[in-house]
């Protein structure tokens, strides 16, 4: 079996899907800690004058004590309207904007708590869109106990994986040799 994992992504990119559709199994990484301006809560879309940032704003009191699963958003602001409205403006002319603009009115219509939550929301209905259809679970249901490699290799053990799908950072903390 072909496992892969990744952390939460807000908006992800082309490549987390291509490698989700590489796998068996899909672990989503909400079980790790939040960090600050990652890709968690926040990525660029492309407008008229290049490419900006949408963020979700986060609440960060103690954020390094809590995972991506326990970080909520910060909902003061009314930053749901702020990014229907930059993506209806930048992808009016889009050729597909009709059929997907109804999936983002709906998506930031609705009152998230946590940033993981949304995350996936969006990433199921993502990956419906393009047919890609895995397993998918969520780390934060387990008890895991182990850190960096170790717990890659934990989670691999876990669910019966041979074979692990990395992307290209994860180089940094994966013992190759070890595992």
Known sequence: MILTAHQPAYLPWFGYFDKISMSNLFIIMDGVQFEKNSFTNRNQIKGPN????????VKLEAHYDKTIAETEIDN??????????????????????????????????????????????????????????????RMSRFAFTK???DLVLEICEKFGANDFISGALGRDYLDIEKH
Request: aromatic share 20%.
């Open 50 to 57: 290049g490419a900006f940032w949408l963020t979700v704003p």
């Open 147 to 149: 850190t960096k490699a």
């Open 76 to 137: 003061t602001g009314d930053w749901r309207r702020k990014h229907l409205k930059s993506i209806e403006q930048c992808y009016i002319k889009a050729k597909f904007y009709n059929d997907y603009i109804e999936f983002f009115r709906d998506c930031y219509g609705r009152p998230w708590t946590y940033i993981s939550e949304l995350n996936e929301y969006m990433m199921r209905w993502f990956l419906k869109q393009l047919g890609i259809r895995r397993r998918i679970q």
